[in-house]
């Protein structure tokens, strides 16, 4: 996959719209400070995103540059790689390069990127969309309508004083609609409400996923502080699967340039910059999303 398979046209999925939207968040997700210019910080993070890792070559014509890799040569005892191929679409760069002399970059443990999961959620996403859609058009379905023919005139003007508000149609008495006429209904029962709430409950878990803060703002489903802090601890877990891998990568390239670059979830920076601009403190914050018993 690559950035500019996102350009959008008439014919473009739900699908696809729903996994632009998650990718564009998760490519959002990490902030990296005083990184070099040679390395450029959108490529690093959708390379580990969509690939599961990325490595860090120390070039002698463009110094420290991202590249993405697969995993070749042996593995040591740690079931660790001891060598990785660079690829470049150029070809400048490609290559086999020694593990000891690149810094390597995992989007988590296990080498997993994030695009599978997006991919997942995106799908149910734009299922349920699709069924609200389905079902809000079922609302507007017409009324099957069986008869005779000759009755067809007499029909459209008793629909036609229907439509202008007339409250009672008066008819000769020997005119048995009940059984000159059957009416058969094709609406269905209206569900589109439930089924955005089903469709915000998978927007929710994805945002968990992600290790972002998704407070439930349906005011119908109060929920308990306990549920709150079980949540919040849910999603840091799931941030520091992310963060701790660029953590230890940039610990890394720190010690082997000589630098200083910084990673932080910008999300998290984000938050605390409201923070500062209301002047509140992180109780004070968590207050706003708890109440004092209930969110």
């Not at 990127?113 to 809000?136: D, F, G, H, M, R």
Request: charged share 20%; glycine share 4%.
């Amino acid at each position: 996959m690559l950035p500019t398979d996102f350009i959008s046209d008439e014919k473009t999925s739900l699908e696809t719209l729903y996994l632009s939207y998650l990718f564009n968040i998760s490519l959002n997700m990490f902030e990296y400070s005083d990184m070099p210019k040679s390395v450029d910080t959108f490529y690093l993070e959708f390379i580990q995103q969509t690939r599961g890792l990325c490595i860090i070559i120390d070039d002698e014509r463009f110094g420290p540059t991202a590249l993405e890799c697969t995993i070749g040569g042996k593995l040591n005892h740690y079931y660790m790689p001891t060598a990785y191929r660079g690829v470049d679409p150029t070809g400048e760069l490609t290559g086999v390069y020694n593990a000891e002399d690149v810094i390597l970059f995992k989007n988590s443990p296990l080498y997993a990127p994030l695009l599978p999961q997006l991919q997942y959620y995106s799908k149910q996403l734009a299922l349920a969309s699709e069924t609200i859609n389905v079902n809000l058009d079922a609302q507007w379905t017409p009324y099957i309508i069986q008869g005779d023919k000759r009755m067809l005139n007499q029909f459209n003007n008793f629909m036609k004083k229907v439509r202008s508000g007339v409250r009672a149609i008066f008819t000769a008495k020997n005119l048995d609609l009940m059984s000159m006429l059957q009416v058969l209904p094709t609406q269905a029962p209206f569900v589109a409400m439930d089924v955005n709430d089903v469709k915000q409950t998978i927007l929710r878990e994805c945002m968990t996923f992600l290790g972002i803060d998704n407070a439930n703002q349906d005011k119908r489903e109060r929920v308990q502080s306990a549920e709150v802090y079980a949540n919040n601890t849910q999603i840091i877990a799931s941030r520091n699967i992310w963060l701790a891998e660029r953590q230890k990568a940039v610990d890394a390239f720190n010690q082997k340039f000589g630098t200083n670059v910084k990673v932080s979830f910008r999300a998290y920076n984000d938050m605390l910059d409201m923070m500062e601009v209301n002047d509140m403190s992180l109780e004070e914050m968590a207050s706003l999303e708890e109440g004092d018993e209930n969110v």
